[in-house]
């Protein structure tokens, strides 16, 4: 993780996206790419933790996946709460959007 800012709203965080993670082994060798469910993985993780939810979502809404995400680059995630038990979530690199949707909490 490159940088962190936090509100009682919305978490922002920037990673390092180096080849060396582990979810690249096996995922296109010639080509890394950071598998979508990876990234809905991350999302529902950090919300859980930082928003207190207990459990995985109950429904996942809008997901989608728009660019994609390989090694060397820097990946923003913004995830801001929406009422009591929703979160949106959003993955960019630069200027572009990689994915993203709207998880409905439990």
């Known amino acids: 993780m490159l ?4 509100s009682a709203e919305s978490i922002h965080i920037v990673f390092d996206i180096t080849p060396e ?4 082994r096996g995922h296109f060798p010639e080509n890394p790419v950071l598998p ?8 529902t993780g950090i919300a859980k933790d930082y928003f ?8 996942i809404k809008r997901l989608k996946c728009k660019g994609l995400v390989t090694p060397h680059c820097h990946l923003s995630l913004t995830i801001e709460q929406h009422g009591n038990n ?5 993955y960019r690199t630069g200027s572009d ?3 993203q949707g709207r998880l409905v909490m439990r």
Do not use: K, M, R
């Open 3 to 6: 940088e962190s800012h936090y």
């Open 21 to 24: 993670l582990f979810w690249f």
């Open 36 to 43: 979508g469910i990876v990234q809905l993985h991350w999302a």
């Open 52 to 59: 207190g939810f207990t459990d995985n979502p109950l429904v």
């Open 86 to 90: 929703e979160v949106q979530f959003n």
């Open 97 to 99: 959007e990689n994915s």
